[in-house]
């Protein structure tokens, strides 16, 4: 069993940047982790995701350039760097967890694990 517990949301002025953790608990070898978020209502969209090793990245097009996914596995932790934030950005981000293949982060109904969410608010 893995526990996902996200941290670091807040509210931020546009333009400005967050940094989120997502620290796991449990076996995470080899899991491909990533990062969904969900607006009032809408849908939960798929927003970053990295593979075990860090060797592969993969961004939706609404965040790439601004939003940088990494981690830590000796910490057991990943992390999703907020820049250039946009009132648009405003969501709950939750942290995914997927076994096997990396890409399969990035499809919800591939996700193993989900965190409890963390509230991210950008004020224009």
């Known amino acids: 069993q893995v526990q996902l517990v996200e941290s670091g949301g807040g509210l931020v002025q546009a333009g400005g940047s967050l940094r989120l953790s997502c620290a796991a608990s449990?076996?995470?070898?080899?899991?491909?982790m990533g990062w969904f978020r969900q607006a009032p209502g809408k849908e939960r969209e798929f927003v970053a995701a990295?593979?075990?090793?860090?060797?592969?990245?993969y961004y939706s097009d609404s965040v790439k350039g601004r939003f940088t996914i990494s981690r830590d596995n000796a910490k057991n932790t990943v992390y999703l760097q907020l820049n250039m934030l946009k009132p648009e950005d405003t969501a709950v981000y939750y942290c995914?967890?997927?076994?096997?293949?990396?890409?399969?982060?990035?499809?919800?109904?591939?996700?193993?694990?989900w965190g409890q969410g963390t509230q991210v608010t950008v004020s224009s």
């Open positions: 995914a967890a997927s076994a096997g293949e990396y890409y399969r982060v990035t499809l919800r109904e591939a996700i193993d694990y």
């Open positions: 990295i593979s075990w090793s860090s060797g592969n990245k």
């Open positions: 449990g076996r995470t070898y080899n899991y491909g």
